[in-house]
């Protein structure tokens, strides 16, 4: 009878070391993964902005596509903040982080950005696909409208997505609160109490909604830009060889990025969004499909920054010696009028 105890009491302090065992793998393993998404995340979204804005100096002006890109980076970068930061703290063994305020405007602050991200990505699909379209009388209004009022629709769409996920407000609670229904996003250290059934399941069929139509809309944007560089692939197939790459590297130039990044976006957020939609069906969430779900919309915040970053020419190393150049030819210029007025003046 002793031995039998004593077997049991062998066999439980065993099964207790490996799942604490896992459980210290599984928290290493999701706090390096996090922390790889903000080492690439923030300091690659960061230079983007700093990048564009040194052109804007340099320059004095922005590109449409340009800026539709550093609205898409700035959204990456409070993505990473709002969202990457604390899962890669709690993964760390950082408890108790934020109370129901700051649940609040992570939660508030995350969504948004999110949103943002998908709709810029989409705007920028189609904004590329307006650009490269046939010059018809529709195709060239809609070019002049889109490229003249592109702040405007960004204005638009953020207005909305302010809007719409007011609701991260009145639903995000701290953890530290002891009761919770069973229709609950089960967050880090925030948790997306809906209440009851209806509240639950119908902000979910409306968030996939938005994510599946704006997909949609990048998939056909992308499927069209594809199917005009065919064409025009095909049309130059007489050009000499020099003239055929000047016209292509104009064309693929423009278009690459674009595609990637939507490539990118409806990979990653396609198995986001099919997780989603899962979790839909279930009344209790673990927090294990949770922490996947966010590592894989959080990616693309992430990784795209990359894709930008080696694809668009303005955010290269020539910008940084674009702007010695300028400041040498500002301080020239300012010498040679204080000779001229000395000269006057002489």
């Not at 709002?82 to 890669?88: K, L, M, N």
């Not at 996939?208 to 499927?223: C, H, I, T």
């Not at 130059?236 to 292509?248: L, M, V």
């Not at 278009?255 to 990118?264: A, N, P």
Request: charged content about 15%.
């Amino acid at each position: 009878m002793i031995y039998i105890q004593t077997s049991i009491t062998t066999q439980i302090r065993h099964l207790f070391i490996y799942c604490q065992n896992n459980r210290i793998l599984k928290n290493a393993s999701l706090s390096v993964g996090f922390f790889l998404l903000v080492l690439i995340g923030i300091p690659g979204n960061v230079y983007i902005l700093l990048k564009f804005l040194i052109v804007r100096l340099i320059e004095k002006k922005l590109l449409p596509t340009n800026i539709i890109l550093m609205v898409l980076s700035l959204s990456n970068l409070l993505i990473v903040i709002s969202r990457v930061i604390p899962q890669y703290l709690h993964a760390t063994g950082v408890e108790n982080l934020l109370d129901d305020t700051k649940c609040k405007m992570f939660v508030y602050t995350y969504r948004v950005s999110r949103a943002m991200s998908i709709c810029t990505t989409s705007l920028l699909s189609c904004h590329q696909c307006i650009l490269i379209a046939p010059k018809i009388k529709l195709w060239i209004y809609l070019k002049q409208k889109v490229t003249q009022n592109v702040w405007k629709i960004l204005l638009i769409i953020l207005s909305a997505n302010l809007i719409v996920y007011r609701t991260s407000l009145m639903y995000a609670n701290s953890n530290n609160n002891a009761t919770v229904s069973p229709y609950a996003l089960r967050l880090v250290y925030c948790n997306t109490d809906y209440l009851n059934y209806i509240n639950y399941i119908s902000n979910g069929i409306v968030f996939a909604f938005r994510d599946f139509l704006f997909v949609g809309l990048m998939a056909l944007a992308s499927s069209y830009i594809v199917y005009t560089l065919i064409c025009h692939e095909r049309s130059i197939k007489g050009i000499r060889s020099s003239d055929k790459t000047e016209k292509r590297s104009v064309e693929y130039k423009a278009s690459r990025s674009v595609i990637m990044l939507v490539t990118l976006y409806v990979l990653l957020y396609g198995f986001d969004n099919s997780m989603w939609i899962y979790t839909l069906t279930l009344s209790n969430v673990k927090p294990d499909m949770n922490d996947i779900r966010i590592a894989l919309a959080c990616s693309y915040s992430a990784l795209s920054s990359i894709v930008m970053i080696a694809t668009n020419p303005k955010l290269q190393h020539k910008t940084k010696m674009a702007f010695c150049n300028r400041f040498f030819l500002w301080n020239q210029q300012s010498y040679t009028e204080k000779n001229i007025q000395i000269n006057c003046i002489g």
